[in-house]
C-alpha cells in the first residue's frame, strides 16, 4: 500500500489556508495546515511531508527566507510557492533556491492539485533513491571475506550453511584473522540483512558499564539514569548481535546472556519488566574458551549454548594460498585510497610474504601492504618495503627442544642462531657455518624450516 501523501499548508490568510485544506483531505492527503513561517519550520523539523505550500507574505518571517531554510535542512522536499503580489524578483529568488514552482494568486486549484501531484511523485522518487543509495553505501562498507586456500573456502561454505538459520554461532580463531568479516557475512547473508547488526566488545567496555549497554536501564535503576535507556539488546532487535571478545565476559553477565540464550528474555538494569530479546546472536573469540572453562572462568553451560555452530578461522599461515590474493587486494585497496598507483610485487618479496608467519595475521598483512605502498617508489613493491621482521628468520614458527641432545637438535639450534645473527642472510649465514648455500637449504627443509630457493 503507498503511504499516504502528506502536505504543508502554510498561510496566514485562514478561510484561504481552510479551504484548501479540506479539498486536499477530500482528495485522500494528509494536510497539516499553520500560520506562520516560525511554525512551518517547527512542523517540518518534526514531521515528515511530501510538499510545502507556501505563502510568500507570512506574519513574521519572509516566505522566500523559509523556503531557504526549509531547503537546507531538507533538499528532497518539494515547496511550492503562492503570493498575491506578483513580482518577478520574488519569482527568480524562490526558483533560484529550488522551490519546485510558483503560483500568483488568485489561480486555478485544478492547476495547483496537478503541481501538488507531480512534487509528491518527486518527493517520493528521492526518497527511494536515498533509501537505495544507503543501502548501496551500507553494502559497500562491507568488506568482502577474500579466499582462495581450500581452507578458508571450507569456512565459507559453513557460513553460506548457517546464515538462513537463527541459530547461535561460536566462532574462534586467533586475532586479525577475519572473525569479525565473518560474523559480519553471516548477517549480510541471512534473512536478518538490512536489519541492526550491533556489536559489543565484550574486553573494551568496562564491567560496571557493559550491563547496562547491554540490557538498558530503567530511569532511577543508579544514579545519573535520569531516563529509560535502551540496551545494545534492544537496540538489535530484529537483527544480529555480535558479541566479539566473548571470553572476557564477566560471570555476573555470562549468566544474564545465557537466559537470553535459553529464553530469550532478559531485564533492563533497576527494572522489574521482563523483555523478550528477538536477535540472532554470534559470538567470537580469540582465546580458548575451554581452558577458561577448566579454570572456572567460563560457564560451561554458556559454552554449550554459544557452540551450537562453530566456526574456526584458520590462521593465516595454515592458509597461504590466501596470501598472493589477499596481496592484491589490499594492494588495490590502499593505493585508491592513498591515491598511489604501485601495481606489482616482485616476486622475491611476495615469496617473503609468503613464508612469513604471520602472528598477527590478515590485519598484519594490511598493514605490511598498506606500509610498502607507501614507501615503494615506482609502481612495484620491492623486498625493502617490506618491514624487517619479515626479513628475520620465523624463530616462533621452529622450536628447538630442549632436552633433545641428539647432534641433528644440536645442529638445528646452531643453524637458527646463525641465522638469527644475520638477520635471516642466507648466504651469510652458509659462509659462517662454512657450508654451501645449497646444503643449507637442504638442512632447513629437513629440520621442518622454511627455506626457499632464491637467487641472491
Ligand atoms: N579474508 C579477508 N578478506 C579481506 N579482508 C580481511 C580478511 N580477513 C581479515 N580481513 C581484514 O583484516 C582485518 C582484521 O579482521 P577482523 O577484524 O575481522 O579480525 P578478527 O579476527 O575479528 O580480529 P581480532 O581477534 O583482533 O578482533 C580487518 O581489517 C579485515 O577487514
Ligand atoms: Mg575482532
Not at 9 to 18: A, G, I, P, Y
Not at 119 to 147: G, V
Amino acid at each position: 500500500m503507498p503511504d499516504r501523501r502528506h502536505i504543508l499548508l502554510v498561510d496566514d490568510e485562514d478561510s484561504f489556508r481552510m479551504h484548501l485544506a479540506r479539498l486536499f483531505m477530500r482528495k485522500g492527503y494528509d494536510v497539516t495546515d499553520v500560520r506562520t513561517g516560525e511554525e512551518a519550520l517547527k512542523a517540518v523539523s518534526e514531521d515528515y511531508f511530501d510538499v510545502v505550500l507556501l505563502d510568500i507574505v507570512l506574519p513574521d518571517i519572509d516566505g522566500v527566507e523559509v523556503l531557504r531554510r526549509i531547503r537546507s535542512e531538507n533538499p528532497n522536499l518539494q515547496v511550492i510557492m503562492m503570493t498575491g503580489n506578483a513580482t518577478v524578483q520574488n519569482a527568480i529568488a524562490s526558483m533560484k533556491l529550488g522551490a519546485y514552482d510558483y503560483l500568483t494568486k488568485p489561480f486555478d486549484l485544478e492547476e495547483l492539485s496537478i503541481l501538488i501531484e507531480r512534487a509528491c511523485e518527486i518527493s517520493a522518487l528521492r526518497r527511494e533513491h536515498q533509501l537505495m543509495r544507503r543501502e548501496l553505501d551500507r553494502h559497500l562498507q562491507f568488506t568482502e571475506f577474500i579466499a582462495r586456500d581450500d581452507k578458508t573456502l571450507a569456512v565459507l561454505k559453513l557460513v553460506d550453511k548457517v546464515a538462513p538459520t537463527d541459530s547461535t554461532v561460536l566462532i574462534t580463531g586467533e586475532t586479525g584473522t577475519g572473525k569479525e568479516l565473518i560474523a559480519r557475512a553471516i548477517h549480510e547473508k541471512s534473512p536478518r540483512r538490512g536489519k541492526p547488526w550491533i556489536v559489543i566488545n565484550c574486553s573494551a567496555i568496562p564491567e560496571a558499564l557493559l550491563e547496562s549497554e547491554m540490557f538498558g536501564y530503567e530511569k532511577g535503576a543508579f544514579t545519573g539514569a535520569i531516563k529509560d535507556k535502551s540496551g545494545l539488546i534492544e537496540m538489535a532487535n530484529t537483527g544480529t548481535l555480535f558479541l566479539d571478545e566473548v571470553g572476557d565476559l564477566p560471570p555476573s553477565l555470562q549468566i544474564k546472556l545465557l537466559r537470553v540464550l535459553e529464553t530469550g528474555e532478559y531485564r533492563p538494569v533497576g527494572s522489574t519488566r521482563t523483555l523478550r530479546a528477538n536477535v540472532r546472536i554470534i559470538a567470537a573469540t580469540n582465546r580458548d574458551l575451554r581452558r577458561l572453562m577448566r579454570e572456572g572462568k567460563f560457564r560451561e553451560d554458556l559454552y554449550y549454548r554459544l557452540n551450537v555452530i562453530h566456526i574456526h578461522v584458520p590462521p593465516l599461515r595454515e592458509r597461504p594460498k590466501d596470501i598472493p590474493v589477499l596481496v592484491d587486494y589490499f594492494m588495490k585497496k590502499t593505493c585508491a585510497r592513498v591515491g598511489k598507483c604501485v601495481r606489482k610485487i616482485e616476486p622475491k618479496a611476495l615469496q617473503r610474504l609468503y613464508h612469513y608467519h604471520w602472528p598477527g595475521n590478515v590485519r598484519e598483512l594490511e598493514n605490511v601492504i598498506e606500509r610498502a605502498i607507501i614507501l615503494a617508489t615506482g609502481d612495484t613493491i620491492s623486498i625493502a618495503d617490506l618491514p624487517l621482521d619479515l626479513w628475520q628468520y620465523q624463530e616462533q614458527a621452529v622450536s628447538v627442544d630442549e632436552n633433545d641432545k641428539s647432534l641433528a637438535a644440536v645442529e638445528k639450534e646452531h643453524i637458527l642462531r646463525i641465522l638469527r645473527e644475520t638477520g635471516g642472510n642466507k648466504a651469510q649465514a652458509a659462509r659462517i657455518l662454512g657450508i654451501t648455500k645449497k646444503t643449507l637449504y637442504a638442512k632447513l627443509r629437513k629440520y621442518g624450516m622454511f627455506a626457499p630457493e632464491e637467487s641472491g
